[in-house]
């Protein structure tokens, strides 16, 4: 085995080297710099053939390629990007984008080391983080909540479902290959097989059924460590292990009955029987009585009233997916529990023939025109709580008519992005829901009318399409509002705010259902109401006096008022000095200033001129101090 590649060192003179993550026993994957995006970080996996005699480096090329094509394929938001393969000095290597994140895996161990007073583990080599990753209080017991790990399954099943479809079987779940993102805390499926699966090519090059040596024990199902066979279904073992690792905090070992070989994992959990029914299932020891797909978990939880809507899964253009015949597991329902492999469309067909072509692009582009015609009219009415959709019919037997103008041509997709606009109504306490379908060059951008402090809740239920929420001065609303499937805040002041929706990389179309929710703003907590006289003073701040300081005795039988002159656009600031007292600030006219009512300090700009009234008020008698100034 080669020895790792020094720190510092610069490869295809662009990826400069930091240190090792993760060492393996067929990989290692560096930290590097990508010098060409501006010194970004990215993770460097260098592939290490396997020494046996049938290994060359040719061989290792053309596998690794194969292999690499499958992962630029992958196109989701829970998977770390694929960037390039290169070769130097007879060395493999692939990069793929870096997840800053806490795995799972140590996620636990923070738990078990805050339940024993001790200092957390250090983060995964995989993805490390410079703060905390914001989750629930850590229980009594030193593990995960079944909030939290109903939570991963949501929102990794619907990964699992993705990559099935695409021919793809993870092969190593465990909590260590899961990464919770630290920027928006949704969980990241890392490791994928695919190298491991290159290894296996070469070690066994003449094996007719693909087998796999992958797998940690204790957490690959029976079939893939005897056997080496895997399906969906032994990513959906491996993931339920992991749950129930998370919800006890024990190793699988300590969890299995050794006589009977069953899974003995209930009495070290708190968990609901609906939840341990559905992961129960999923460690089924023959792979036929499992779930035979993620999609069969989702929907056993949605029956289950733990989860919101399906989303549809999207398969990556210009593959095709089948089921593998070899090695279904017996007694799998309709072929489910078989790897699905990619396979690309072949044979003898109409498309052979350029006839055929010319009339459906014919066709394809009247309905083109008359899509576009349907999508814009829809996108730009007005809001009623009902979406209209006018629908085409076209009989598939029938062919156009032939007409006097000239027929249209089938055109590409606009290389430039269409962008459209929709204006909602969405009132506070009310629920509005929102569904479409997004080509992959459109954006939309939903328009909402919010308030200060008003509490926006935005939640897509498809995973092919992402939201960014941006404030009515165009930006970010928060660091947690860019391209992400739900998001939660307070708007920071009054104005139009606009949820983005566009698709995910590498999807011709996705269908979406967003939904939204916006709740009023809280009721500020009542001041002290004053119930006796006022003692009215007059305050002079002249021009150059850095500030005053106003001390006196107030009570609720006689209150201190201070009349306060200012121009407008002046900053007027008020804090209270060692005291319980409250201060309340009304504006010229007598009416309360924004926030401005029972508190101990105020600071802002004036809007208008005239004498602003400054109330001291106490439940009891109080001697007070209270710093004020007015400054251009």
């Given at each position: 085995?080669?020895?790792?590649?020094?720190?510092?060192?610069?490869?295809?003179?662009?990826?400069?080297?930091?240190?090792?993550?993760?060492?393996?026993?067929?990989?290692?994957?560096?930290?590097?710099?990508?010098?060409?995006?501006?010194?970004?970080?990215?993770?460097?996996?260098?592939?290490?053939?396997?020494?046996?005699?049938?290994?060359?480096?040719?061989?290792?090329?053309?596998?690794?390629?194969?292999?690499?094509?499958?992962?630029?394929?992958?196109?989701?938001?829970?998977?770390?990007?694929?960037?390039?393969?290169?070769?130097?000095?007879?060395?493999?290597?692939?990069?793929?984008?870096?997840?800053?994140?806490?795995?799972?895996?140590?996620?636990?161990?923070?738990?078990?080391?805050?339940?024993?007073?001790?200092?957390?583990?250090?983060?995964?080599?995989?993805?490390?983080?410079?703060?905390?990753?914001?989750?629930?209080?850590?229980?009594?017991?030193?593990?995960?909540?079944?909030?939290?790990?109903?939570?991963?399954?949501?929102?990794?099943?619907?990964?699992?479902?993705?990559?099935?479809?695409?021919?793809?079987?993870?092969?190593?779940?465990?909590?260590?290959?899961?990464?919770?993102?630290?920027?928006?805390?949704?969980?990241?499926?890392?490791?994928?097989?695919?190298?491991?699966?290159?290894?296996?090519?070469?070690?066994?090059?003449?094996?007719?059924?693909?087998?796999?040596?992958?797998?940690?024990?204790?957490?690959?199902?029976?079939?893939?460590?005897?056997?080496?066979?895997?399906?969906?279904?032994?990513?959906?073992?491996?993931?339920?292990?992991?749950?129930?690792?998370?919800?006890?905090?024990?190793?699988?070992?300590?969890l299995v009955d050794d006589t009977n070989l069953t899974w003995n994992w209930r009495p070290s959990a708190r968990v609901s029987d609906e939840l341990a029914e559905i992961l129960n299932r999923m460690l089924?020891?023959?792979?036929?009585?499992?779930?035979?797909?993620?999609?069969?978990?989702?929907?056993?939880?949605?029956?289950?009233?733990?989860?919101?809507?399906?989303?549809?899964?999207?398969?990556?253009?210009?593959?095709?997916?089948?089921?593998?015949?070899?090695?279904?597991?017996?007694?799998?329902?309709?072929?489910?529990?078989?790897?699905?492999?990619?396979?690309?469309?072949?044979?003898?067909?109409?498309?052979?023939?350029?006839?055929?072509?010319?009339?459906?692009?014919?066709?394809?582009?009247?309905?083109?025109?008359?899509?576009?015609?349907?999508?814009?009219?829809?996108?730009?009415?007005?809001?009623?709580?009902?979406?209209?959709?006018?629908?085409?019919?076209?009989?598939?037997?029938?062919?156009?008519?032939?007409?006097?103008?000239?027929?249209?041509?089938?055109?590409?997709?606009?290389?430039?992005?269409?962008?459209?606009?929709?204006?909602?109504?969405?009132?506070?306490?009310?629920?509005?829901?929102?569904?479409?379908?997004?080509?992959?060059?459109?954006?939309?951008?939903?328009?909402?009318?919010?308030?200060?402090?008003?509490?926006?809740?935005?939640?897509?239920s498809d995973e092919g399409v992402l939201m960014t929420v941006l404030g009515p001065d165009g930006k970010l609303v928060d660091n947690r509002a860019k391209r992400v499937r739900q998001w939660e805040g307070?708007?920071?002041?009054?104005?139009?705010?606009?949820?983005?929706?566009?698709?995910?990389?590498?999807?011709?179309?996705?269908?979406?259902?967003?939904?939204?929710?916006?709740?009023?703003?809280?009721?500020?907590?009542?001041?002290?109401?004053?119930?006796?006289?006022?003692?009215?003073?007059?305050?002079?701040?002249?021009?150059?006096?850095?500030?005053?300081?106003?001390?006196?005795?107030?009570?609720?039988?006689?209150?201190?008022?201070?009349?306060?002159?200012?121009?407008?656009?002046?900053q007027l600031k008020l804090e209270v000095i060692e005291s319980d007292v409250a201060l309340t600030i009304r504006y010229p006219n007598g009416k309360l200033v924004e926030k401005a009512s029972g508190v101990?300090?105020?600071?802002?700009?004036?809007?208008?001129?005239?004498?602003?009234?400054?109330?001291?008020?106490?439940?009891?008698?109080?001697?007070?101090?209270?710093?004020?100034?007015?400054?251009?």
């Amino acid at each position: 085995m080669e020895p790792p590649i020094a720190s510092g060192t610069i490869l295809q003179n662009r990826y400069h080297l930091l240190r090792v993550l993760d060492q393996g026993e067929f990989n290692r994957t560096y930290l590097v710099e990508d010098q060409g995006r501006f010194n970004e970080p990215c993770a460097l996996k260098e592939f290490i053939p396997p020494q046996t005699e049938t290994n060359n480096l040719d061989k290792s090329r053309q596998l690794f390629q194969q292999e690499a094509g499958i992962l630029y394929k992958i196109e989701h938001p829970q998977i770390p990007q694929f960037r390039a393969t290169f070769e130097e000095e007879g060395r493999l290597f692939l990069v793929r984008d870096y997840v800053e994140g806490k795995t799972y895996g140590d996620l636990l161990e923070q738990r078990k080391a805050l339940l024993n007073q001790s200092e957390p583990l250090s983060s995964h080599p995989d993805g490390e983080v410079q703060s905390p990753v914001p989750l629930a209080s850590p229980t009594k017991l030193g593990v995960l909540s079944e909030t939290e790990v109903r939570q991963l399954l949501q929102q990794s099943l619907p990964v699992l479902d993705y990559i099935h479809s695409q021919g793809i079987i993870h092969r190593d779940i465990t909590p260590d290959n899961i990464i919770m993102r630290e920027t928006d805390s949704i969980p990241v499926l890392i490791n994928l097989g695919v190298v491991q699966e290159l290894a296996t090519r070469l070690q066994l090059p003449d094996t007719p059924t693909p087998t796999t040596s992958i797998g940690k024990s204790g957490y690959a199902p029976r079939e893939q460590i005897q056997t080496g066979q895997v399906y969906p279904s032994s990513d959906l073992y491996s993931l339920a292990v992991t749950c129930i690792v998370l919800l006890t905090g024990k190793e699988p070992e300590e969890l299995v009955d050794d006589t009977n070989l069953t899974w003995n994992w209930r009495p070290s959990a708190r968990v609901s029987d609906e939840l341990a029914e559905i992961l129960n299932r999923m460690l089924s020891y023959q792979p036929s009585d499992r779930y035979q797909s993620a999609r069969e978990v989702l929907y056993a939880f949605q029956a289950s009233g733990l989860t919101p809507q399906l989303p549809k899964r999207k398969p990556i253009p210009g593959t095709t997916v089948a089921s593998a015949q070899r090695g279904t597991p017996r007694g799998a329902r309709g072929g489910e529990g078989s790897e699905p492999v990619m396979s690309q469309a072949t044979g003898n067909s109409i498309w052979n023939s350029p006839w055929p072509l010319l009339g459906i692009a014919t066709g394809l582009a009247v309905l083109a025109g008359i899509g576009s015609w349907v999508w814009v009219s829809n996108v730009n009415q007005q809001d009623t709580g009902k979406s209209p959709s006018p629908k085409v019919s076209v009989s598939p037997s029938s062919s156009p008519s032939p007409t006097p103008t000239p027929t249209p041509s089938a055109s590409p997709i606009p290389s430039k992005p269409q962008i459209y606009s929709q204006r909602l109504q969405l009132a506070a306490g009310k629920t509005l829901s929102k569904s479409r379908n997004l080509k992959a060059n459109h954006t939309i951008n939903y328009i909402i009318q919010g308030k200060q402090d008003q509490t926006l809740k935005a939640y897509l239920s498809d995973e092919g399409v992402l939201m960014t929420v941006l404030g009515p001065d165009g930006k970010l609303v928060d660091n947690r509002a860019k391209r992400v499937r739900q998001w939660e805040g307070k708007f920071p002041f009054t104005g139009n705010y606009t949820v983005q929706l566009s698709p995910v990389k590498g999807l011709p179309n996705s269908d979406y259902q967003l939904g939204l929710r916006l709740t009023e703003a809280p009721l500020p907590k009542p001041s002290p109401k004053p119930t006796g006289e006022y003692e009215i003073k007059r305050v002079n701040l002249l021009q150059g006096t850095k500030g005053l300081r106003l001390v006196g005795r107030t009570s609720p039988q006689k209150i201190q008022r201070y009349l306060v002159k200012a121009k407008q656009g002046q900053q007027l600031k008020l804090e209270v000095i060692e005291s319980d007292v409250a201060l309340t600030i009304r504006y010229p006219n007598g009416k309360l200033v924004e926030k401005a009512s029972g508190v101990q300090r105020w600071q802002g700009k004036l809007p208008i001129a005239g004498e602003y009234i400054v109330d001291v008020i106490a439940k009891q008698e109080r001697n007070f101090a209270v710093d004020i100034s007015l400054t251009d």
